[in-house]
């Protein structure tokens, strides 16, 4: 499995990233987790042609995580795609996606490709060609779905907006790669955690207790996301989240595609190779 950040921004978009947003690919199968920026661009920069994405996951219902949605669809519709789209979220996440692709009208474009609405809640295990992803609920202030994304037994976990959990679930043991939202430092958690965000400690202490469910594999690699926009903030926080987790560390560079097998082989792969 290989996955891509297509941004790694928070609220407010950096200059070099646009806001948090994921694409993994696997055996042909390609999923998009999270809509915003300009995505098919951000496919096509990561080799995946828009045409053939697979599917869209939306995990929540905030505007930087789901406003890139209609362009998406109209481009994959001038791209030529025929394929109907399926696109998964929960009840209340895929009544606004809806409405959005309503407000311009893309049913209505001559020839465009079907859409299918798939519902889904924390707890569901998804097919989806050679993925199985499951979903859980995060902590967020609106109804939020984590994922645990897996590809022939290779593993990823994305906590989404989330302020800190109280466990995983039994999906994500041997998770190789742990992708979490981290929004600034110690001093700034009481304030972020009540707005549903977590702190670099906390993301670390999330990957601990992801390694302490399985302590004879190595332990996960814990990629930060959702980032602020403040260079020097985002290094204090690495450093801040190394110091209190035995793996690795990593802030993510966007639109590089990562291999998980990298990471199961080698846990100090992202050390040597991160472009800072």
């Avoid at 920026?37 to 697979?54: D, E, F, T």
């Avoid at 979490?180 to 990957?207: C, F, I, P, W, Y």
């Avoid at 260079?231 to 690495?238: A, C, D």
């Amino acid at each position: 499995m290989k996955f891509a950040f297509a941004g790694t921004s928070g609220g407010i978009q950096a200059m070099s990233s646009g806001n948090t947003s994921l694409v993994f690919a696997d055996s042909g199968t390609s999923i998009l987790v999270d809509v915003s920026g300009s995505p098919a661009s951000a496919l096509a920069s990561c080799g995946i042609n828009p045409v053939s994405l697979g599917a869209v996951i939306l995990t929540h219902a905030h505007v930087d995580h789901i406003y890139g949605l209609p362009s998406l669809i109209h481009n994959m519709w001038l791209m030529g795609r025929t394929e109907a789209l399926t696109i998964i979220g929960s009840e209340t996440t895929l009544d606004v996606a809806h409405r959005l692709c309503a407000l311009f009208s893309l049913g209505s474009k001559p020839g465009i490709f079907a859409f299918e609405w798939r519902k889904t809640e924390p707890g569901t295990t998804l097919d989806l060609g050679t993925f199985a992803v499951t979903t859980f609920a995060a902590r967020h202030g609106l109804p939020t779905m984590g994922l645990v994304i897996d590809a022939g037994g290779d593993r990823i976990v994305y906590s989404a907006d989330s302020a800190p959990l109280d466990a995983w679930p039994p999906a994500a043991e041997r998770a190789c790669v742990l992708v979490h939202e981290a929004a600034g430092v110690k001093d700034d958690e009481v304030l972020l955690n009540a707005s549903g965000h977590s702190t670099a400690r906390q993301a670390a202490m999330a990957a601990a207790a992801l390694a302490d469910m399985a302590p004879d594999a190595p332990a996960p690699c814990l990629m930060l996301c959702h980032l602020p926009l403040d260079r020097l903030v985002i290094e204090k926080m690495r450093v801040e989240a190394q110091s209190c987790y035995r793996g690795t560390v990593l802030i993510p560079e966007p639109l590089r595609l990562y291999d998980v097998v990298d990471f199961s082989s080698d846990p100090y792969f992202s050390i040597r190779n991160d472009p800072r």
